[in-house]
């Protein structure tokens, strides 16, 4: 007799389930209070599971990477794709306190263009648990109930 091997075929997990579920907290560095994810591990990491991803950073019209606007305080522009999905942030030029900063050095520039490369990975999952004031990634993702959800509304709805 011959038994037949059976397998079952497990769903792929999307590129944010599998960037999501990162453990970046060794890697954060804490900085005037608030954390931030290096940019060089962060590039490390998404290269290791999306080798295809690109970014750019986009340029005004003299070929630098930073806005001013009409008081002078900079913005940068970073574009990450990964296949066929592409993310744009905008981010400002911060000093070490977080404050906008008015005319820009290249230093702050290629500080805040990292931040906002940064960013956009958190768009697709990597260390975006950061953002959300979180120290480490959801281990487990909690089903959504439609029905016990109306049910809590409708019962807080109820209370008032």
Known sequence: MTTKKTTTKKKPKSLWETLSQIDCSEHIEKKGGFNYLSWAWAWGMLMEHCPDATFDNELNAD?????????????VRVTLCIG???????????????KAIQNPDSFAVNTALKRCLVKCMA?????????????????EAVPFDRDEAIKAIKANQDAR
């Open 123 to 139: 768009y697709f999952g990597l260390g975006h648990y950061i953002y959300a004031g979180e120290d480490l990634p959801p281990q």
């Open 84 to 98: 066929k999905i592409c993310h744009c942030e905008n981010f400002p030029v911060l000093d070490y306190r977080n």
């Open 63 to 75: 070929g630098y990477p930073c806005f001013l606007d009409a008081n002078g305080y900079g913005m």
